[in-house]
Every structure is written in C-alpha cells, then in structure tokens.
Nanobody
Framework: QAQLVESGGGLVQPGGSLRLSCAAS????????IAWFRQAPGKEREGVSC????????FYADSVKGRFTISRDNAKHTVYLQMNSLKPEDTAVYYC????????????????????WGQGTQVTVSS
C-alpha cells in the first residue's frame, strides 16, 4: 500500500536549518508530484513547495522562496525539503503528499488534489 513517511523535524533557533525527508513506500516516485504542506495551530494547511518527480519542475510559496529547496532522489524514493534561514513563522507540522504532475506555478498545490498523506513532522523555530 502506498505510504509516505516524513522525518527530520525538530527544534531549531531562528536562522537555523533543517532538512526534511519524505520517503515513499509501496510505489516508486516515477512521474508524480510530491508536495510539502504545513499547518500551524489555528491556520489552514498551506502548500509550501512541490516537485514533479519526472521533469523536476518546482514550485515554492512566496513565504519560503529563496530559503527552502525541494529535491528528489528517485532511486531512494525520497523527496527532501532543505529549509534554511528559518523563521518563527515557519513553525508548523509539515506533511508530504502525492499528486498528479502538473504546472503548479499559478497557485501552488491544493491539499484537496493530493493524497497518501504522511503523519507529519513537527518543525519548531524558537530561541
């Protein structure tokens, strides 16, 4: 059965870095879209970044552009989210999910279009 497992979250000081991993089991990455979402308490789930695993096209929300980098290792069935220059407002539970490949540049990934959600990993940015 298709499953995604996130890891790599933790507590970090402002300005620090973390690398999140999203490991797929039960399916190969092939030609899919893998997206990272985050949800802070009391807020809606937000699409942070997305990558087409086939052609490598990426999307970043304005709030993370220039600080976060998404990448994939198809051989390891894993998608990464490198997060640098972290800010307190990045604090949230981060989830990865799988969807159809497409051009997400216009409005970013929508949670309703993605599935096989992982359990999430907590990222806390605080001094």
């Amino acid at each position: 059965q298709a499953q995604l497992v996130e890891s790599g979250g933790g507590l970090v000081q402002p300005g620090g870095s973390l690398r999140l991993s999203c490991a797929a089991s039960g399916f190969g990455l092939g030609y899919l879209a893998i997206a990272w979402f985050r949800q802070a308490p009391g807020k809606e789930r937000e699409g942070v970044s997305c990558i087409n695993t086939g052609d490598g096209r990426t999307f970043y929300a304005d709030s993370v552009k220039g600080r976060f980098t998404i990448s994939r290792d198809n051989a390891k069935h894993t998608v990464y989210l490198q997060m640098n220059s972290l800010k307190p407002e990045d604090t949230a539970v981060y989830y990865c999910a799988v969807g159809l490949p497409g051009d997400y540049a216009a409005g970013g990934p929508r949670a309703a279009d993605f599935g096989s959600w992982g359990q999430g990993t907590q990222v806390t940015v605080s001094s």
